[in-house]
Structures are given as C-alpha cells and as structure tokens.
C-alpha cells in the first residue's frame, strides 16, 4: 500500500482518536471517587 | 379485619402492623402505625394495588401487604370525637390566621426565634465560625417529590455536576450554589427514613454520618407535612446544623392553607424558610440562612421529641436510659448519640454493628427495650415511629392550618377518573404510549434525525471530497468515510429520537402520570417477577434499548432493575425495522402486516418465557414490595426539563463516541483486509479477514439454516448497528437476495435478527449499568435463544 504525506498524517490522527477514546474510557473507568458516572468499579458492592 | 377488607370510602383506624424486615419498617416510616386513620380510595383497574389516603397523602400497596395490616373501624363516639377535633382545629386555624392578618394590619412586630440569622445568635464579631475560606458543604434531603430536584436546579443553575454514589447505582449530583463559590451542596436521593434498608437510604445516611457536611438543607413539602417531618426529625437527631425549607408555599396557601412559620421554627430548633422552588419565591433567603448556619456551624437546638407525659413516658425513659448506656460507644463510633439511640430501639443492624456493645450492655439494652414495649404496648419500631407522629402531630396542631382540598388534589382526581378509571386506564394508557412513539420516532424523533443525517451527510460529503481532492488512499478514505463516518454518523442519529423520547418520559415521570402506569400494570409484571414500575423502560425498550436501560435508573430495586435490564432486549428496537421490512418485502409481500405484527409478538413471548426462567433460577426471590406514594399531578418546570435532556444528550454522546469510534474502525479494517494484510478490490470480501472469522463461526448457524458466510457477516454488522445488517447484505448479496436463499432461510433470519444480541451502543448502556460480566451475558445469552428460536423455525418451515 502506497502512503503519501497526507495518508500518513491522516493515519496518525485516526490512530490518536482511536487511542483516545480508549485512554478516555479506560480513565474514566479508574476515576471513581462516586463522581465519574461511567466507572464499571462502582457497580461492585 | 385487614386493610384489604375494606371497602372504596371505607374508614378505618390502624390496629397492628404486620410484615417484618424492611417492608415493615417501610410502612411505619410511611405513617402506617396504630392508631392512624386511613379511608380507602380505589383499587388499580385489574383489582390489585389499591389506593388509600393517610396522614393527608395517597399511598398505594399490594393487597397481599395490605393483609398484613389489622384495622377496625371507628366506633361511633370515637368518629363524633374527630369531627369534634376538626372542627375545633379548623376554628384554632382561622383564630390564627386572624390573628396573623390583625398583627400584620396594625404592623405590629411577632416575636421571632430568629434561628440562622445574622446578629441574633451572633454578631459579627461573635460566635465559632469556620475559616473564611472553607467549603461550606450541604446535603440536600427531603421526601420524593417534594421538589428537590427543582429546588437544586434553582441553588446551582448549571453549575452541577451528575454521577454516582460508588458502591451503588444510586445517581448523585454536586454543585455550587449560585453566587456562593465556596459551597457544595450534594442532592442526595429522595428518601422518607434513615432506616438501613434501601440503597437511597443507606447513602444518604453513610453521607450525613460519615463525610459530614457542614449543613443539611432539609426539603419539606408544606402540603404534606406531616410526613415530611419524619424525615426532619431524624435528620434533627444527628446534630449537624440544618435549615428546613418548606417547599410549595404557593399551593399551600393558594388553597387557603397557613403555616406559623415562628411557631414551628420554635419548636423544631432550627430556621425554617418557607419558599415556592418552582416560582423561585424565599430561594435567596434559604440560601441566606443555609450559608450562616453552616459558617457558624449553629447545631439544631432541639433532638429530643419524647414526651414523658405521653403514654406514661415509656418511649421517653427508654430512649434516655439507651442515650445513657451507649453514650462513649456513639463518641466512639462518631455517630450522635441521639440518633444511635432511637435507631438501635428500631433494631438498626448497621448502627448496632459499628457501636459494638458487649454482651452485658446488648443484654441490658434488650431488657430496656422489652420494659419499652411492655409499658407502651406496641412493638420497638412500631412505639419509636409512633413518638415522632406524637411529636409531628402536636407541631402540627400549633403550627399548621390544613388547607382546603386543593385545586391541584381536585385536579389529580378528575384526571385519575380517567387515567386510573377501571375501564379507561389501559386504552388511555395504550393511547398515550402510541402518541409518544409516533411524536417520537415518526414526527419529531424523524424530522430532527433527519435533519441530522442530512448535516452528517454534507459534511461527509465534504469530507470525502476534501479526500478525494488530497488524493489520499482509498483504504484510508474508505476508513474514514464508509468506516468512521457513517458508522459513528449511525450511532449519531439515535440522538435525536432518544432525546425526544426522554423530552416526553421526563414530562411523564415529572407530571406523576408513570407513578400511575406503575399501579395498574403491577399484577400483570408481578406474574413475570417483577413490579409495575418495569412497564416504563420495557416500553421504552420498543423505541430504543439504549434509552430503556438508561431509564431502569429509577427501578428501586436492584433485582428488578438488573431483570429489567436483562428483559428489554426482547423488546423489538425500531433499528430493526430494515431488516423485518427487507425480507418481508422479499419474500412474504402478500402476508407483510402479519408477519410484522407476528415477530414483535413473538419477541414479546419469548421474553415472557425468558422471565420466568429467571424467576427460578438467576432471580429467585420474592419480587420488592409495592409501596408507593401516588403525588398530585404536576406541570414539570421547563427548565428543568431543559437540563435534563442537555444531561442526557451528553451524557449520550461522551459514551457512544468512545465505544463507536473503536469498533466502526475496528470492523472495518476486518472487513478491507485480507490474512495477509493486502487490501482487497471491492468485490473481493469474500477474502477478508472478517469473512475468514465469520467461516469459522458459520457451521453454527448451519442447523438454523443460515450457514452462508455472508448472511452470518451482516449478522455480525449487525452488532455495531442493527441497520447495517441490511447494507452488508446488499453490498455481499449483489445478485439479489431472492436469488440466493428460501423462504425458510429469510424465516430463520427474521427470527435470528429478532432475538440476537442489540447493537454496541445497547450493550454499553448495560455495560454502564450492569458491569461487564452482565454485558457479556446478554450478547450470548440474546445469540443463543436467538440460535433455538432460529432453529425452531427452520423445523418448522421444512414441515410445511
């Protein structure tokens, strides 16, 4: 496959969201303090 | 005879309360204890719960709990003796309001308690305040429906913040009282006791005793105040400083009502502001007071509500011997002793366990305890609630003019003559729903979802020339166009139908009209396991699993809301419409209405099977009791509604960003790559690597008739959102479907299509409020019933 410039940048961007929204969510998963609504730990009693 | 005997307009007087545990308490700490008077109002269309009023509210509970409730009926001198009483009480009232309206008249100043005022108890220069620079932090507590939430948005505005109490799915919202940049005021859940029985209960118990706030702001409704007190004299017994705003002034004198607000501020010990939090009238001074309280840390000057002069002072000698005997324990344990005492009369298993008396002061309390309840005649619980009713009840008599039958009571009942009426409640019911899903996914949801996809479209469209133009690869464009945009583009379009939904649902739950749904539907979910409240997200659940699992939040129970949960995804999505209209266009035009009407049936039966099979396995148990308070009918404030549904919308988009983006790129990439990682020719998607997974998995579906590669690719489309089943088939399917399977197949599929697993963003939203262990469930449980269903069908199909 074939990549210019713009491809590779492109690529970085997409792999930077993508890591992102992992990093994101995993985040979100370690903030709970009861404040963050969307950590899987609060659930645990 | 039993509260379940009586008749519609029958009075009783409340002689024993049975039950035991958590019901039991529950029903003391609604005002059921001996020696209330009830009258019995109606029973839900199907005969089952019924409606009663108590202590000047509605209350409804099942027949089989109101069996456990021993009543008589007056006798004639005792029903002489209340008209007596009321009538003394109505000219006590209008003397007081004279009086109030001859002293305003003549301008003449009343004596004020003055409580949580500046210069009264402290001047300036006076008194222990915190630093300057502390953050003075409230809890907000008060009943359900008492106005918390409104009286919140009007203290914070937009400067909340929404999460959760770890350890439980209970919600919790922080903020910072307008103004104020030093406060935080917590809204805890709508609770009537600080008993240990309930989640709500427990956190906001475990919040007041234990992170301490520097003030309560306690949130009392005037129109239903006397059990509202309740609640207020517990919160008074952990000595930490409080104000009480009395809620819904307007309607309390609007309908010729009156309240000595002196009086009461008198013989409570602590300010109490009357506002209206819907009409923003008293807020500012509530905040006033809330602010001084909590600097200088003003202690409520009253916890002790026994009377030794009242039933021969059984409840009062037995509380202060207790206050006595574990006095270091409670200094020890942190827990105000006051409270620790008439919470370990009540048999309080959490209090009892952090005081950790030995076995001699265990003893000692028991015998104290047993002299109680010999002397008094009535059980621990039953004497304890029935002290503070003493004490609400001689407030009351000082403080309070019950108003008329207020304009909003005569309103509720006219409406709840149609709306809960034997013949009417179910057609009006099915006629309010049907309204609400075509507004919602035909009307409005439509024309604003298609308003959004037109703005995604042109902005993929730009994008993919801006592409174009740049000449960037064709893997890559097609990842960012087929792959990142349209799939998270897809997922985008559910906003505005699940906001418009939940525009409607909210305008439902804060009108009071779904506490109704509750009531009559619950002897038809309690066959399946559950209460009436589970009728609301399993509705939901047709539009939209998303918003379905989202809305369980208000289920009390964790049993029913986890069962819930797990039951919606039986309840066909409009997402998969496509795929029902796609091969019913294709293979079944002549019996198309049928076979629609058919699959949404059979979904609903399956579930219904699916129910039963947990009630005996996964949820074994008795379903939660039906206790529950039926509130006047209420126009809900549009700002509140308003943030509401930014809330939700956000709330939305944070979670569906994060879980779509990765998947739609990740089903992508299968899907444009060979094993080897060559890119492949459109055509060609046969060789990719999701082709060569979904070989592998394909001789499962075989024996249900859908073996093919492709059907099982668009199957696993389908994961990411169900209307790509029907885009996969048609780009894998290029000769036509017809052309490629039987009828029996596109049976088979309807079927499979039905009952698999709900898309991703679904099974984020049970991620979010189950935890992964059940998320993971359901996508296997769903394939798997779907897999027998499919099946079935196929057998069915190959004997015709």
């Known amino acids: 496959m074939q990549l210019n410039t713009v491809d590779i940048i492109l690529l970085v961007v997409i792999l930077i969201a993508v890591i992102g929204a992992g990093v994101y969510w995993g985040f979100r998963k370690k903030k709970c303090g009861g404040c963050c609504g969307d950590c899987s730990q609060c659930r645990k009693k | ?800």
């Open chain 2, 1 to 800: 005879m039993t509260l379940r005997d009586l008749s519609i307009g029958q009075n009783a007087i409340i002689e024993t309360v049975g039950g035991s545990g958590a019901l039991r308490q529950h029903f003391l700490d609604m005002g059921v204890i001996p020696g209330a008077a009830v009258t019995m109002v109606k029973l839900a269309p199907m005969g089952d719960p019924m409606e009663l009023q108590i202590h000047g509210y509605e209350l409804t509970l099942r027949l089989s709990d109101a069996a456990k409730i021993e009543v008589r009926e007056p006798n004639a001198e005792e029903m002489a003796a209340a008209e007596e009483e009321k009538a003394a009480r109505e000219q006590a009232g209008r003397e007081m309001i004279a009086r109030d309206a001859a002293r305003q008249k003549k301008r003449e100043d009343r004596e004020h308690p003055g409580l949580g005022e500046e210069g009264r108890f402290h001047a300036k220069t006076d008194g222990d305040p915190l630093p300057d620079d502390a953050i003075l932090t409230y809890a907000l507590v008060g009943n359900q429906n008492s106005g918390k939430t409104t009286l919140f948005n009007q203290l914070t505005g937009s400067n909340q913040h929404v999460g959760n109490f770890p350890g439980v799915t209970v919600d919790r919202k922080d903020g910072v009282i307008k103004g104020y940049p030093k406060t935080l005021i917590t809204d805890l859940p709508g609770i009537y006791s600080m008993s240990p029985y309930s989640s709500e209960e427990i956190v906001s118990r475990n919040f007041v005793l234990e992170e301490k706030p520097k003030a309560i702001i306690n949130i009392v409704d005037a129109t239903n105040i006397e059990r509202n007190l309740y609640l207020t004299m517990q919160l008074l017994e952990t000595e930490i400083p409080m104000v009480i705003a009395l809620n819904m002034m307007d309607e309390m004198t609007g309908n010729g009502g009156y309240i000595d607000i002196n009086t009461m501020e008198r013989e409570l010990g602590v300010p109490v502001v009357p506002i209206s939090a819907a009409k923003n009238w008293g807020v500012d001074e509530l905040v006033r007071h809330a602010i001084h309280i909590a600097h200088y840390q003003e202690k409520p000057l009253r916890q002790d509500f026994c009377d030794e002069t009242v039933n021969g002072g059984a409840v009062h000698r037995a509380l202060h011997a207790v206050v006595h005997l574990i006095q270091d324990h409670a200094d020890r344990a942190g827990i105000p002793v006051r409270f620790a005492a008439s919470k370990l009369i009540e048999g309080d298993h959490l209090v009892q366990k952090a005081l950790d008396l030995d076995q001699n002061e265990q003893e000692t309390l028991e015998h104290i305890v047993l002299q109680m309840e010999k002397e008094r005649g009535l059980d621990r619980s039953a004497a304890i609630a029935d002290m503070r009713f003493a004490f609400i009840d001689k407030v009351y008599r000082q403080a309070v003019v019950r108003p008329k039958e207020s304009k909003e009571r005569i309103r509720s009942e006219k409406l709840d003559r149609i709306l809960t009426g034997k013949w009417t409640a179910i057609p009006a019911f099915i006629l309010i729903m049907g309204a609400i899903f075509y507004l919602s996914f035909n009307v409005i949801g439509a024309f604003l979802q298609d308003l959004l996809a037109s703005g995604i479209g042109v902005l993929t469209g730009a994008v993919d020339e801006a592409l174009t133009a740049a000449n960037v690869n064709e893997a890559i464009h097609g990842l960012i166009i087929n792959g990142i945009f349209e799939g998270v583009g897809s997922v985008l379009s559910f906003l505005p139908i699940i906001v418009t939904l939940f525009f409607f649902l909210s305008i439902l739950e804060d009108s009071g009209y779904i506490a109704r749904v509750a009531f009559f539907m619950d002897k038809i979910l309690r066959k399946i396991g559950l209460s009436g409240r589970s009728i609301v997200p399993m509705l939901i659940g047709f539009g939209c699993t998303v918003p379905a699992v989202m809305s369980t939040r208000t289920l009390p129970s964790e049993r029913d809301r986890r069962m819930t949960i797990l039951l919606t995804p039986f309840m066909s999505c409009t997402a998969k419409l496509p795929i029902y209209g796609f091969f019913v266009n294709a293979f079944f035009p002549r019996w198309s209405a049928l076979v629609m009407i058919g699959l949404y049936v059979f979904g609903i039966a399956v579930g219904i099977a699916v129910a039963a099979l947990y009630r005996k396995t996964l949820f074994k148990g008795k379903p939660v009791p039906f206790v529950m308070e039926l509130p006047n009918y209420r126009l809900p404030g549009p700002k509140n509604v308003g943030r509401l549904l930014w809330e939700k919308a956000k709330d939305f988009l944070q979670r569906a960003f994060s879980i779509i983006l990765i998947a739609t790129v990740v089903v992508y990439v299968l899907q444009s790559f060979d094993l080897h990682f060559n890119l492949l020719p459109k055509g060609s998607e046969g060789q990719s690597i999701m082709a060569a997974l979904a070989s592998l998995i394909s001789p499962v579906f075989a024996p249900a008739g859908l073996g093919d590669w492709r059907l099982v690719t668009s199957l696993i489309s389908g994961f990411m959102a169900k209307e790509s089943v029907v885009s996969t088939m048609q780009i894998l399917f290029a000769d036509g479907i017809t052309a490629a399977l039987t009828a029996a197949q596109a049976a088979s599929m309807l079927a499979f299509s039905l009952l698999y697993t709900p898309c991703v963003a679904a099974i984020a939203s049970v991620k979010r409020e189950l935890g992964w262990k059940w998320a993971i469930f359901v996508v296997f449980f769903q394939c798997a019933v779907a897999w027998l269903a499919a099946c079935l069908v196929r057998l069915l199909s190959m004997c015709f």
